[in-house]
């Protein structure tokens, strides 16, 4: 993987950690999901005119967009149901551990990539260090489908004492949060060769608008049918100034990534992405105050072992 590649692959993955660890710890996660992706669509409307005046749009080109959407769709609602119901620490790494060797297996299949031994090597280093993190966390927060928060001054959304202790070292596969971690795995994989293919094709900015302003659409609509429209509203205007920035980072990010899948084959991107987990495990011990153990850590340099490999590669 080029230097260039990979350093898109990195930025992009440190945003992507941050903004799912506001998530985690929002107090209405749908009001957050609908914020901040309305605001990805508002600061990068004009970059996606110049794009389309630059480069057009053909009828053609909406078949991708159709495709995209209702993954990425799928993703906001199965990752909203996991942080409901279980630890960032346990759902973000199983999520994002499991996609990579999807992605690898779409890519072989359907865009006739062949990773090198030391890309699979890379590949499986990271994958494994990621299950690792996965199994090192327990504990099931409970929830509904709601997707809310913990309320102010109340008790931590996290799985600990001795139910934590005792499902540690395992995955739990009956676990609710653990099931859609591996369903949001499973879209992940779908969404990324998706949009490797759809960035190749209609280009990174005209297609990332496109995809997310339908994925807002129907998240909006969700809201609606939920009679949730005016709990989103009041969210959005009360956290505006939150939802801006991350908006913008998210969504910059993104690109990068779509970026980085025109130059480089997906499944080392997909693999590469995984960087965020490293992310993710430092905003999980200091931002959203959960466990971290000495597994974790020696997962964390698993998947460090792994980003070597593929820049290697």
């Given at each position: 993987?080029?230097?260039?590649?990979?350093?898109?692959?990195?930025?992009?993955?440190?945003?992507?950690?941050?903004?799912n660890s506001l998530l985690k710890?929002?107090?209405s996660r749908l009001a957050f999901s609908v914020g901040?992706?309305?605001?990805?669509?508002v600061v990068l409307l004009p970059w996606f005119a110049v794009a389309v005046w630059q480069s057009g749009l053909e009828p053609h080109q909406w078949v991708w967009v159709a495709a995209s959407v209702p993954l990425h769709f799928g993703y906001f609602l199965v990752l909203l149901r996991g942080y409901s119901s279980g630890d960032f620490s346990l759902v973000y790494p199983i999520a994002r551990g499991l996609a990579p060797l999807l992605v690898t297996l779409w890519g072989m299949l359907f865009a006739g990539e062949r990773p090198s031994p030391l890309g699979w090597a890379g590949i499986l280093a990271v994958v494994s260090g990621v299950l690792a993190l996965g199994s090192s966390a327990g504990g099931d927060t409970g929830g509904r489908f709601g997707d809310r928060g913990p309320r102010p001054g109340g008790p931590p959304q996290s799985g600990g004492g001795r139910s934590?202790?005792?499902h540690?070292?395992?995955?739990?596969?009956?676990?609710?949060?653990?099931?859609?971690?591996?369903?949001?795995?499973?879209?992940?994989?779908?969404?990324?060769?998706?949009?490797?293919?759809?960035a190749r094709a209609i280009g990174p900015v005209v297609y990332f608008y496109l995809e997310t302003a339908g994925t807002l659409t129907l998240l909006?609509?969700?809201?609606?049918?939920?009679?949730?429209?005016?709990e989103v509203r009041a969210d959005v205007g009360s956290n505006w100034r939150l939802y801006l920035p991350v908006g913008f980072m998210?969504?910059?990010?993104?690109?990068?990534?779509?970026?980085?899948?025109?130059q480089a084959p997906l499944g080392y991107v997909a693999a590469a992405r995984e960087s965020s987990i490293l992310f993710g495990l430092v905003l999980s011990r200091f931002f959203l105050k959960e466990r971290v153990t000495s597994l974790r850590v020696a997962s964390g340099a698993a998947v460090v072992v792994g980003l070597v490999l593929l820049r290697l590669s």
């Amino acid at each position: 993987m080029e230097l260039t590649a990979f350093l898109l692959v990195l930025s992009g993955a440190a945003v992507h950690a941050l903004w799912n660890s506001l998530l985690k710890r929002s107090q209405s996660r749908l009001a957050f999901s609908v914020g901040f992706i309305a605001f990805q669509c508002v600061v990068l409307l004009p970059w996606f005119a110049v794009a389309v005046w630059q480069s057009g749009l053909e009828p053609h080109q909406w078949v991708w967009v159709a495709a995209s959407v209702p993954l990425h769709f799928g993703y906001f609602l199965v990752l909203l149901r996991g942080y409901s119901s279980g630890d960032f620490s346990l759902v973000y790494p199983i999520a994002r551990g499991l996609a990579p060797l999807l992605v690898t297996l779409w890519g072989m299949l359907f865009a006739g990539e062949r990773p090198s031994p030391l890309g699979w090597a890379g590949i499986l280093a990271v994958v494994s260090g990621v299950l690792a993190l996965g199994s090192s966390a327990g504990g099931d927060t409970g929830g509904r489908f709601g997707d809310r928060g913990p309320r102010p001054g109340g008790p931590p959304q996290s799985g600990g004492g001795r139910s934590a202790r005792r499902h540690a070292g395992r995955l739990e596969w009956h676990n609710p949060a653990v099931g859609c971690a591996a369903l949001a795995a499973l879209l992940i994989s779908g969404y990324t060769l998706v949009d490797g293919l759809a960035a190749r094709a209609i280009g990174p900015v005209v297609y990332f608008y496109l995809e997310t302003a339908g994925t807002l659409t129907l998240l909006a609509l969700t809201a609606a049918l939920q009679g949730r429209w005016a709990e989103v509203r009041a969210d959005v205007g009360s956290n505006w100034r939150l939802y801006l920035p991350v908006g913008f980072m998210g969504g910059l990010a993104y690109i990068l990534i779509l970026f980085a899948m025109e130059q480089a084959p997906l499944g080392y991107v997909a693999a590469a992405r995984e960087s965020s987990i490293l992310f993710g495990l430092v905003l999980s011990r200091f931002f959203l105050k959960e466990r971290v153990t000495s597994l974790r850590v020696a997962s964390g340099a698993a998947v460090v072992v792994g980003l070597v490999l593929l820049r290697l590669s």
